[in-house]
């Protein structure tokens, strides 16, 4: 995986050094944790949910056409001047073999079954209890009984920094929907491709467990006059909807379309975020690492001023992103970074 600006270089495939055996323990990993899943759909009686599409099957053809638009983009580069449709066509073939192909879709599958089961997972953990009272009290020892979200409320205003900051909350899944596609198909190799993957799926699935270790909802519905002095933006509509789909589902859990997506702890938007920018990291690339780094900041700084997180929310999402970087490479037996 290479900068934007920079044609990548070196072997185009892994050849024999990335065997199968690879994506079988990637595979291995995923399926354990669509077990989990299915154990507890048994649990609590409702089977697996797609509501329209929105966790698999339109995630799957999204990530079909940004990966074909990355391919070609990737076979424009690596063809050179002038810019030729039959060079681009030979560059395409030459680097998209058979077995790299299907490898990266095998790769690609793990990835959104793990996704698919983690909202799954995630709406279930509705019939659990929430704890934000607990967590609220460990933010407030943390910040000598402040909240963390007034004091940022106090620092940066409640005005501009708060249409900002909501801008930026939301750029998230963007860049999610485009990095790990882009960390497939960019990879010069294709097992540092599955170290990525692997360590994506990796902070999906802790994220799930840190879910059910410490059921929440967040701070906007534990504190919500801390956040009484925020304009009103999509924000609090979504914030909103969700505490309604959660009413929904515990109202009615055999409705076709009863279907929760709220959890704080921990949070995975700085979880998630800062595994990408870990995946930039791995293939040295620089400046990418940086603008990711300045992203990460700034999510750390959205999620507690908006009130989806609470600040040791935060702390457990690097927490999580760490630990899935030491086990991704290692799931896939990856042991360093590319030269």
């Known amino acids: 995986m290479q900068e934007p600006t ?6 185009t495939t892994d050849g024999p050094d990335l065997p199968w055996a690879t994506a079988a323990r990637l595979w291995l990993v995923v399926l354990v944790f669509v077990g989990v ?3 507890r759909s048994f649990q609590v009686g409702i089977p697996f949910r797609d509501p329209h599409g929105a966790f698999l099957l339109s995630r799957i053809a999204l990530t079909a056409a940004i990966s074909l638009g990355l391919v070609a983009l990737d076979g424009l580069v690596r063809a050179g001047r002038p810019v030729e449709v039959r060079r681009v066509l030979a560059a395409v073939r030459g680097r998209w073999t058979r077995r790299r192909t299907a490898l990266a879709v095998v790769a690609l599958l793990g990835y959104h079954l793990t996704y698919f089961t983690y909202h799954n997972l995630k709406s279930w953990n509705s019939f659990n209890r929430p704890r934000d009272r607990m967590l609220l009290e460990w933010d407030r020892w943390l910040f000598l009984g402040h909240s963390p979200a007034m004091l940022l409320h106090d620092l940066l205003g409640q005005h501009v920094a708060a249409w900002v900051l909501m801008v930026w909350y939301e750029t998230f899944p963007t860049i999610v929907v485009l990095a790990f596609p882009a960390a497939v198909v960019l990879a010069r190799r294709l097992r540092d491709a599955y170290a990525s993957i692997a360590a994506l799926v990796w902070v999906w699935i802790l994220g799930t467990a840190s879910y059910y270790a410490i059921p929440s909802l967040g701070p906007f519905h534990a504190a919500p006059q801390d956040f009484a002095g925020l304009p009103h933006m999509m924000i609090q509509d979504t914030q909103a909807r969700y505490l309604a789909d959660r009413a929904h589902l515990l109202a009615d859990p055999s ?5 929760a997506q709220v959890a704080a702890f ?4 700085v979880g998630v975020t ?4 870990g995946i930039a990291w791995w293939h040295r690339m620089r400046r990418t690492t940086i603008a990711l780094a300045v992203f990460l900041a700034g999510t750390l700084v959205a999620t507690v001023y908006l009130g989806w997180h609470f600040a040791v929310d935060d702390l457990a999402g690097l927490a999580i992103a760490a630990a899935a970087w030491w086990l991704g490479p290692r799931t896939v037996g990856v042991r360093r970074r590319p030269s």
């Open 6 to 11: 920079a044609p990548p270089t070196g072997p």
């Open 37 to 39: 899943g299915l154990v």
């Open 255 to 259: 409705a076709a379309g009863a279907f």
């Open 266 to 269: 921990a949070s995975l938007h």
């Open 274 to 277: 800062a595994v990408i920018l």
